[in-house]
């Protein structure tokens, strides 16, 4: 049985402290899972730490581990009775997390903090049972393909620019990422925000090479947002919402993005996922979603189909 850890127990095992595993989680390298609203690391996460190039110090490192389990390609959860939801930190996806445990036919859920390429990957091979994607529905079809998938709305949401205050170096569009004076904070490959600068630099034919910072890749968009507003960058790409935690902030919107829930369409019928479709397409969670993000939920609960 692959177990699963308390931060604390992980804590124990590396010999650090508490906070310090936080830290690891904050910053993506040690990969964890949500059960509730709780934080956990599975003995297949905790392996995968150990093995990565950023357990490199002697401090994060127990050379008295061993894995107590040799299915380690296997979550635990994929062979209990619970549902693996990846995706990473999104106000929308948070909120249906909340709300999901007061349905009657709901399951146990833990969430695997994927981006939204990891995520469909994943579901691909079966590692996930719901994928959350920042996609369109064509590319989800290119990630997914020969599988029968259900792709349920979650809403639309504004993606644009993180600057400071009053925008100081007066950044109008992509073209300003070019400039001299301006230091960009990237997101990592495979997630949304990722997908959408790199396109938009094809079509306008901007070389990568051009832009400073954009090699130095950070893992949410609060990391990104904290970067500007910490002055390690000027510009940032992301989601409205994560701009309102930061005062020191603007936000100049770019495009609307949607979000998605994705899941194989033979899992429709089942308890669990149905408590998930229910949840997404009551009213009242509807409202709830537009009052706390003011996010367009006009589309919220929609299902399409998409063929293998």
């Keep these: 049985m692959n177990k699963v850890y308390t931060a604390q127990e992980v804590a124990d095992k590396l010999k650090i402290k508490k906070s310090t595993v936080y830290d690891l989680i904050k910053r993506g390298e040690l990969p964890s899972s949500k059960v509730g609203k709780q934080l956990r690391v599975s003995e297949e996460q905790l392996s995968q730490y150990l093995n990565s190039p950023e357990c490199s110090s002697p401090s994060v490192q127990s050379h008295n581990y061993q894995p107590e389990s040799s299915l380690l390609k296997r979550d635990y959860l994929l062979h209990s009775s619970g549902l693996i939801i990846s995706g990473q930190a999104s106000p929308a996806l948070d909120l249906l997390l909340n709300q999901l445990p007061t349905h009657p036919d709901s ?26 994607a920042s996609a369109s529905p064509e590319d989800i079809h290119s990630l997914v393909p020969g599988v029968p998938l259900t792709v349920i709305s979650l809403c639309q949401y504004p993606v644009g620019f993180y600057v400071k205050k009053e925008n100081p170096k007066n950044i109008r569009g992509f073209s300003d ?11 990592e490959k495979g997630s949304s925000r990722r997908i959408l600068l790199d396109r938009t630099l094809l079509s306008s034919e901007i070389s990568p090479d051009s832009i400073s910072g954009y090699r130095n890749e950070l893992v949410t968009d609060h990391s990104t947002a904290a970067a500007v507003a910490g002055g390690q960058a000027d510009i940032a790409l992301g989601e409205a ?3 309102r935690s930061f005062p020191e902030l603007d936000f100049l919107p770019v495009c609307q993005e949607s979000l998605f ?46 063929k293998g």
Excluded: W
């Design 261 to 306: 829930l994705v899941m194989q369409t033979k899992n429709l019928s089942t308890p669990g996922f149905q408590s998930v479709v229910e949840t997404i397409a009551s009213e009242p969670f509807r409202r709830f979603l537009s009052l706390q993000t003011g996010y367009d939920t006009t589309d919220t609960g929609n299902i399409r189909h998409i």
């Design 107 to 132: 399951l146990p859920i833990l969430q695997s903090h994927m981006n939204t390429y990891n995520g469909l990957y994943s579901l691909y091979f079966e590692k996930v049972h719901i994928a959350c």
């Design 241 to 243: 919402c994560v701009a």
């Design 177 to 187: 990422l070019t400039r001299a004076d301006i230091i960009f904070a990237n997101r």
